[in-house]
Protein backbone atom coordinates (compact mmCIF):
# COMPACT_ATOMS: atom_id res chain seq x y z
CA UNK A 1 0.00 0.00 0.00
CA UNK A 2 1.20 3.33 -0.89
CA UNK A 3 0.46 6.36 1.23
CA UNK A 4 0.91 10.43 -0.98
CA UNK A 5 1.06 13.10 1.24
CA UNK A 6 1.21 16.61 -0.78
CA UNK A 7 1.75 20.01 1.06
CA UNK A 8 1.17 22.99 -0.50
CA UNK A 9 2.15 26.41 0.48
CA UNK A 10 0.03 29.40 -1.10
CA UNK A 11 1.00 32.43 -1.50
CA UNK A 12 -1.10 35.83 -1.33
CA UNK A 13 -3.19 35.73 -5.22
CA UNK A 14 -3.09 31.99 -5.22
CA UNK A 15 -6.07 30.95 -4.15
CA UNK A 16 -9.58 31.39 -5.49
CA UNK A 17 -11.79 34.33 -3.93
CA UNK A 18 -15.22 35.39 -3.93
CA UNK A 19 -16.23 38.41 -5.66
CA UNK A 20 -15.31 41.18 -2.53
CA UNK A 21 -19.03 43.16 -1.54
CA UNK A 22 -19.58 46.82 -2.33
CA UNK A 23 -18.59 48.20 0.93
CA UNK A 24 -20.90 51.39 0.06
CA UNK A 25 -23.15 52.55 -2.29
CA UNK A 26 -20.58 54.92 -3.76
CA UNK A 27 -17.54 52.59 -3.76
CA UNK A 28 -15.00 52.40 -6.43
CA UNK A 29 -13.33 50.07 -8.60
CA UNK A 30 -10.05 49.18 -11.03
CA UNK A 31 -9.85 46.82 -13.94
CA UNK A 32 -6.37 45.88 -15.45
CA UNK A 33 -5.32 42.73 -17.62
CA UNK A 34 -1.71 42.35 -17.24
CA UNK A 35 0.59 39.21 -19.11
CA UNK A 36 4.21 38.98 -19.13
CA UNK A 37 6.25 37.05 -21.25
CA UNK A 38 8.76 35.03 -19.34
CA UNK A 39 12.36 35.00 -19.61
CA UNK A 40 15.10 33.81 -20.89
CA UNK A 41 12.87 33.49 -24.03
CA UNK A 42 9.67 35.33 -23.84
CA UNK A 43 7.42 32.27 -23.49
CA UNK A 44 5.35 31.37 -21.79
CA UNK A 45 3.26 34.24 -21.92
CA UNK A 46 1.35 34.21 -18.82
CA UNK A 47 -1.71 36.02 -17.10
CA UNK A 48 -1.20 37.94 -13.71
CA UNK A 49 -3.22 37.26 -10.94
CA UNK A 50 -2.20 40.28 -8.65
CA UNK A 51 -1.36 43.85 -9.44
CA UNK A 52 0.30 46.02 -7.33
CA UNK A 53 -1.30 49.77 -7.33
CA UNK A 54 0.34 52.69 -5.60
CA UNK A 55 -1.95 56.12 -4.95
CA UNK A 56 -1.11 59.20 -5.93
CA UNK A 57 -0.83 61.66 -3.06
CA UNK A 58 -0.95 65.50 -3.33
CA UNK A 59 2.96 65.53 -4.64
CA UNK A 60 1.93 63.81 -7.71
CA UNK A 61 4.93 61.57 -7.66
CA UNK A 62 4.72 57.77 -8.73
CA UNK A 63 7.39 57.05 -6.60
CA UNK A 64 5.00 56.20 -3.06
CA UNK A 65 5.39 54.42 0.02
CA UNK A 66 2.62 52.11 0.08
CA UNK A 67 1.03 49.64 -2.35
CA UNK A 68 -2.41 48.25 -2.83
CA UNK A 69 -2.89 44.93 -4.09
CA UNK A 70 -5.59 44.12 -6.49
CA UNK A 71 -8.36 41.56 -4.57
CA UNK A 72 -10.04 40.07 -7.20
CA UNK A 73 -9.24 37.99 -10.65
CA UNK A 74 -10.86 35.90 -13.14
CA UNK A 75 -9.88 34.52 -16.44
CA UNK A 76 -6.61 36.84 -16.47
CA UNK A 77 -8.83 39.71 -15.71
CA UNK A 78 -7.23 41.41 -12.50
CA UNK A 79 -9.35 44.03 -10.15
CA UNK A 80 -8.89 46.40 -7.40
CA UNK A 81 -12.18 46.65 -5.59
CA UNK A 82 -13.54 49.09 -2.65
CA UNK A 83 -10.45 51.51 -4.26
CA UNK A 84 -10.85 54.83 -2.31
CA UNK A 85 -11.76 57.40 -5.05
CA UNK A 86 -8.18 59.70 -6.19
CA UNK A 87 -5.44 58.77 -8.84
CA UNK A 88 -3.71 55.40 -8.91
CA UNK A 89 -0.62 54.06 -10.92
CA UNK A 90 0.18 50.14 -11.58
CA UNK A 91 3.59 49.36 -10.56
CA UNK A 92 4.12 45.05 -10.44
CA UNK A 93 2.23 42.19 -11.08
CA UNK A 94 2.88 38.41 -9.55
CA UNK A 95 2.78 35.25 -11.38
CA UNK A 96 2.31 32.40 -9.24
CA UNK A 97 5.12 29.64 -10.59
CA UNK A 98 4.65 25.83 -9.07
CA UNK A 99 7.36 23.52 -8.93
CA UNK A 100 7.15 20.16 -7.26
CA UNK A 101 10.14 17.80 -6.02
CA UNK A 102 9.71 14.58 -4.02
CA UNK A 103 10.29 13.71 -0.95
CA UNK A 104 13.03 10.86 0.25
CA UNK A 105 11.66 7.30 -0.42
CA UNK A 106 10.58 4.53 1.89
CA UNK A 107 8.82 1.22 1.69
CA UNK A 108 5.23 1.80 1.39
CA UNK A 109 5.17 6.09 1.45
CA UNK A 110 5.94 8.91 -0.96
CA UNK A 111 6.07 11.97 -0.38
CA UNK A 112 5.86 15.14 -2.46
CA UNK A 113 5.66 18.59 -1.71
CA UNK A 114 4.59 21.01 -3.64
CA UNK A 115 5.72 24.95 -3.34
CA UNK A 116 3.85 28.36 -4.75
CA UNK A 117 6.16 30.69 -4.73
CA UNK A 118 5.62 34.18 -6.63
CA UNK A 119 7.03 35.58 -10.41
CA UNK A 120 6.89 39.50 -9.26
CA UNK A 121 7.19 41.52 -12.76
CA UNK A 122 8.24 45.32 -11.84
CA UNK A 123 7.33 48.01 -14.44
CA UNK A 124 9.48 50.06 -16.15
CA UNK A 125 9.03 54.12 -15.61
CA UNK A 126 7.33 54.18 -18.87
CA UNK A 127 4.88 51.62 -17.93
CA UNK A 128 3.90 52.99 -14.73
CA UNK A 129 3.86 56.76 -16.27
CA UNK A 130 1.06 54.77 -19.18
CA UNK A 131 -0.86 52.59 -16.48
CA UNK A 132 -2.13 55.93 -14.60
CA UNK A 133 -5.78 56.35 -14.35
CA UNK A 134 -8.57 58.72 -11.95
CA UNK A 135 -10.99 56.90 -10.34
CA UNK A 136 -13.96 58.97 -8.41
CA UNK A 137 -17.19 57.86 -6.31
CA UNK A 138 -19.45 55.29 -7.42
CA UNK A 139 -17.34 54.43 -10.71
CA UNK A 140 -15.65 51.26 -12.12
CA UNK A 141 -12.42 52.22 -14.20
CA UNK A 142 -10.54 49.93 -17.27
CA UNK A 143 -7.08 51.19 -17.16
CA UNK A 144 -6.47 48.55 -20.40
CA UNK A 145 -4.75 45.32 -21.55
CA UNK A 146 -0.83 45.44 -21.29
CA UNK A 147 1.59 42.77 -22.72
CA UNK A 148 5.67 42.64 -20.70
CA UNK A 149 8.46 41.38 -21.87
CA UNK A 150 10.16 40.51 -18.33
CA UNK A 151 13.93 39.89 -17.65
CA UNK A 152 16.00 38.77 -15.20
CA UNK A 153 18.64 40.95 -15.75
CA UNK A 154 19.52 44.59 -17.12
CA UNK A 155 19.30 47.72 -15.41
CA UNK A 156 16.55 48.39 -12.87
CA UNK A 157 15.29 52.07 -13.24
CA UNK A 158 14.48 54.21 -9.84
CA UNK A 159 11.30 53.43 -9.99
CA UNK A 160 11.69 49.54 -10.27
CA UNK A 161 14.00 49.34 -7.38
CA UNK A 162 12.15 51.36 -5.29
CA UNK A 163 8.72 49.18 -5.70
CA UNK A 164 11.03 46.04 -5.07
CA UNK A 165 11.76 47.32 -1.79
CA UNK A 166 8.31 48.23 -0.99
CA UNK A 167 6.36 44.96 -2.63
CA UNK A 168 9.75 42.46 -1.02
CA UNK A 169 9.35 44.68 2.43
CA UNK A 170 13.34 45.03 1.75
CA UNK A 171 15.60 47.49 3.20
CA UNK A 172 17.63 48.10 -0.13
CA UNK A 173 17.17 46.45 -3.90
CA UNK A 174 17.95 43.64 -4.89
CA UNK A 175 21.87 42.98 -6.10
CA UNK A 176 22.24 41.34 -9.55
CA UNK A 177 23.49 38.02 -7.70
CA UNK A 178 19.87 37.96 -5.04
CA UNK A 179 18.01 38.35 -8.69
CA UNK A 180 19.58 35.25 -10.22
CA UNK A 181 19.05 33.29 -6.76
CA UNK A 182 15.35 34.66 -6.85
CA UNK A 183 15.00 33.73 -10.74
CA UNK A 184 16.57 30.29 -10.28
CA UNK A 185 14.23 29.32 -7.48
CA UNK A 186 15.76 30.49 -4.22
CA UNK A 187 13.47 32.52 -2.07
CA UNK A 188 9.76 33.30 -2.10
CA UNK A 189 9.69 35.75 -4.82
CA UNK A 190 10.94 36.23 -8.11
CA UNK A 191 12.12 39.71 -9.04
CA UNK A 192 11.56 40.08 -12.70
CA UNK A 193 12.25 43.38 -14.80
CA UNK A 194 9.11 44.46 -16.52
CA UNK A 195 9.45 46.13 -20.21
CA UNK A 196 6.31 47.38 -22.56
CA UNK A 197 5.54 44.92 -25.43
CA UNK A 198 2.09 46.29 -26.16
CA UNK A 199 -0.72 48.39 -24.81
CA UNK A 200 -4.36 48.47 -25.38
CA UNK A 201 -6.26 51.43 -23.61
CA UNK A 202 -8.15 52.91 -26.34
CA UNK A 203 -12.08 52.84 -26.75
CA UNK A 204 -12.59 48.77 -28.09
CA UNK A 205 -10.27 47.32 -25.17
CA UNK A 206 -12.72 49.52 -22.42
CA UNK A 207 -15.71 48.59 -23.95
CA UNK A 208 -14.21 44.76 -23.81
CA UNK A 209 -13.10 45.52 -20.34
CA UNK A 210 -16.72 46.78 -18.89
CA UNK A 211 -18.67 44.03 -20.70
CA UNK A 212 -16.03 41.67 -19.20
CA UNK A 213 -16.52 43.04 -15.76
CA UNK A 214 -20.19 42.87 -15.83
CA UNK A 215 -20.49 39.29 -15.95
CA UNK A 216 -17.31 39.10 -13.81
CA UNK A 217 -18.77 40.77 -10.72
CA UNK A 218 -22.06 40.87 -10.63
CA UNK A 219 -21.90 38.40 -7.83
CA UNK A 220 -20.81 41.40 -6.09
CA UNK A 221 -22.81 43.94 -6.73
CA UNK A 222 -20.73 45.89 -9.17
CA UNK A 223 -22.20 45.55 -12.13
CA UNK A 224 -24.47 48.41 -10.79
CA UNK A 225 -21.37 50.42 -11.74
CA UNK A 226 -21.21 49.71 -15.37
CA UNK A 227 -22.12 51.10 -17.94
Not at 105 to 125: H, M, R
Request: with cysteine; proline share 5%; charged share 20%.
Amino acid sequence: MQISVILVLFLAGCAAVPVPKMEQTDASGIAISVKVKAPPFGFPTESAVKVFFARIDGSGSIQQSEVIPSNYNKDGRVYLLNATPGEYVAVAASLPRQSASPGPAAPGLSVTVTLTKQNITFFQKEVVDQIRVSVGKAQMVCAGDYILSASLLGERDAIQRHYETVILGLDEPLTTAEIVMRGGGWGKSASWRGMLHEAKNGDDAKSDCFRKAKEDLAEGGWHMLIK
